[in-house]
C-alpha cells in the first residue's frame, strides 16, 4: 500500500501566521494521464472531513484562497496563510492514485 | 444542496452483522464513484470499499475483504455496506463519500461482547 507521511503531526500557530504541512509518498502518485492524484482535508472536531484541495492545487468550491496546495511526484504541500481560529482540526493528505487510497497521519493544528 | 445521510449503525456482538445505508438527495448516486471511509475512535481515516459509477466494480481494503460487501440501489438512490463476521477492530463511525468531495454526518459500528 502507498504510504503518506505527514510533517509536522501538530502544529501551534498565531492568528493571522502561515501554517505549512507536508506529505510524502511512497509512490508516485501521477496517473496515465497526467494528473497527480493527491488530496487534503480538513476535520474539525465532531465534525465530517471536508476535502479542502484536490488534484494538488485545485481548490474546492467554498475554499478560500488561504489554502493553496503544491507539489509534484511524491513530495506535497498543504499551505494556510493568515490562519484564522476556523482552521483549527486535523488536515490529512490522501491519496486516491491506487488501491486502497490512503491518508496520511493527519496533522493537528491549534492556535498559539 | 447536496445531503448524504446515513444510517444502520449499532452495537454488535463480535462475529455479527450489520447493513449500513447512506440515502442521497441533491444530486444521483449512480453517477459517482462511491465510498465508505471509517475512523476508528480517536484515530485516523481508512477508506474501506469503493464503487465504479455506474457500473459494479468494486474494491475493498485488504482488512475487510471477503467479509464487507457495497452496493447501490439505483431505485432508491442509496447506497449500502453490507458487514459480515465484525470484529472489534471494525468499531468506527463510517462515512458514506462520493469518493471523498461529499461526506455524510457518518454512523457509528461497535463491535463489543
Known amino acids: 500500500d502507498v504510504v503518506l507521511t505527514q510533517s509536522p503531526l501538530s502544529l501551534s500557530v498565531t492568528l493571522g501566521q502561515t501554517a505549512s504541512i507536508s506529505c510524502r509518498s511512497t509512490?508516485?502518485?501521477?496517473?496515465?494521464?497526467?494528473?497527480?492524484?493527491l488530496g487534503w482535508f480538513h476535520q474539525r472536531p465532531g465534525q465530517s472531513p471536508r476535502r479542502l484541495i484536490y488534484?494538488?492545487?485545485n481548490r474546492d468550491s467554498g475554499v478560500p484562497d488561504r489554502f493553496s496546495g503544491s507539489g509534484s511526484g511524491t513530495d506535497f504541500t498543504l499551505i494556510i496563510t493568515r490562519v484564522e481560529a476556523e482552521d483549527v482540526g486535523v488536515y490529512y493528505c490522501m491519496q486516491y492514485r491506487h488501491w486502497p487510497h490512503t491518508f496520511g497521519q493527519g496533522t493537528k493544528l491549534e492556535i498559539k | 444542496e447536496v445531503q448524504l445521510v446515513e444510517s444502520g449503525g449499532g452495537l454488535v456482538q463480535p462475529g455479527g452483522s450489520l447493513r449500513l445505508s447512506c440515502a442521497a438527495s441533491?444530486?444521483?448516486?449512480?453517477?459517482?464513484?462511491m465510498s465508505w471511509i471509517r475512523q476508528a475512535p480517536g484515530k485516523g481515516l481508512e477508506w474501506v470499499a469503493h464503487l465504479q459509477p455506474e457500473g459494479s466494480g468494486t474494491w475493498y481494503v485488504d482488512s475487510v475483504k471477503g467479509r464487507f460487501t457495497i452496493s447501490r440501489d439505483n431505485a432508491r438512490n442509496s447506497l449500502h455496506l453490507e458487514m459480515n463476521s465484525l470484529s472489534v477492530e471494525d468499531t468506527a463511525l463510517y462515512y458514506c463519500?462520493?469518493?471523498?468531495?461529499?461526506w455524510g454526518q457518518g454512523t457509528q459500528v461497535i463491535v463489543s461482547s
Open positions: 509512490q508516485s502518485l501521477v496517473n496515465s494521464g497526467g494528473n497527480t492524484q
Open positions: 441533491g444530486l444521483t448516486l449512480s453517477n459517482y464513484w
Open positions: 463519500t462520493t469518493g471523498g468531495a461529499q
Open positions: 488534484q494538488v492545487s
